[in-house]
């Protein structure tokens, strides 16, 4: 009977770590290009309590007595499925229809991954008008360095930048994730190329150490990052101007999945229940 409390302990705990991952699913339900997490779950130990049985009749049977100690979680796995592409206002937002990331640039300078293409113009320190997310990080092109929009003047009072009236409407992302700027003359309207937006791939995403602000870094498990224009292997993802990538997180299945935790929980906590009367009777027993 002991041993049926730390198994049920153990199923309760795992069940926790369950609901825990099913309401960050559910509290991320609008955060943009969210990938939804599943826990897995493993089983533990065995007690082999005799290695070979017999029937009344001592015939032996074909499968040892053993005991199994309970379960445990065994990982939780982020699930890359594509998720919607919804219209949006922003100038600068984009959506990747593929299997790349954006690269950019944390507070530590360590280049890190993002699905979330919710970028805006930034103004940097020196001046310049760069491509960065909500937060400020920079966003990188597929040689790793800042997206620059706009150049302040240089000191002499000449513009650095040939784009003397420059505005967000100028800015021009294709599906390759080519950045342009439209410069107009009298009768002619051209484009300069600014950069590309840096978008990698890895051989297994589901090895990327998940930090917080939507960002990912690689690891030993992901492998290193595939910079998609470089890579000639790989098959390039579409970006699209004006859209975001949606949360890939069901809500009715969360719910079902919450529901299906919640009732092996209330079933796990009835097993230590009725083991902990069955300790009571044997102790209550009289000779």
Do not use: C
Not at 26 to 44: R, V, W
Not at 117 to 139: E, H, K, M, R, Y
Not at 242 to 260: K, W
């Amino acid at each position: 009977m002991m041993r049926s409390l730390w198994t049920a302990s153990s199923g309760m705990l795992s069940q926790q770590t369950n609901l825990d991952t099913i309401a960050h699913n559910l509290s991320n339900i609008n955060t943009i290009g969210y990938k939804k997490e599943t826990a897995e779950f493993k089983s533990l130990l065995y007690q082999t309590i005799r290695e070979a049985s017999t029937d009344s009749e001592g015939n032996p049977k074909a499968t040892a007595i053993q005991v199994g100690s309970g379960v445990r979680n065994s990982a939780i796995q982020s699930i890359f499925v594509q998720g919607p592409l919804t219209a949006s206002d922003g100038p600068f937002d984009l959506g990747i229809q593929g299997n790349g990331f954006f690269m950019v640039r944390d507070t530590a300078g360590e280049t890190a991954y993002t699905r979330s293409g919710a970028f805006q113009a930034s103004l940097t320190t020196q001046g310049n008008v760069i491509l960065a997310t909500s937060d400020g990080n920079p966003v990188l092109n597929s040689q790793g360095q800042e997206i620059v929009l706009w150049q302040r003047q240089a000191t002499d009072g000449a513009q650095t930048n040939p784009a003397q009236n420059w505005s967000v409407d100028d800015i021009i992302i294709d599906e390759s994730g080519q950045v342009l700027r439209e410069v107009r003359g009298t009768d002619t309207v051209s484009y300069d190329l600014i950069g590309r937006i840096g978008v990698a791939q890895f051989n297994n995403p589901s090895g990327l150490i998940k930090a917080g602000g939507s960002l990912l870094y690689q690891s030993d498990a992901s492998g290193a990052a595939r910079i998609e224009g470089q890579d000639t292997g790989l098959k390039e993802s579409v970006v699209k101007q004006g859209y975001l990538e949606a949360s890939n997180v069901q809500a009715v299945d969360e719910m079902v999945n919450m529901i299906v935790a919640q009732r092996a929980y209330e079933l796990n906590s009835k097993i230590i229940t009725a083991s902990d009367e069955m300790l009571q009777q044997a102790n209550n027993l009289r000779r």
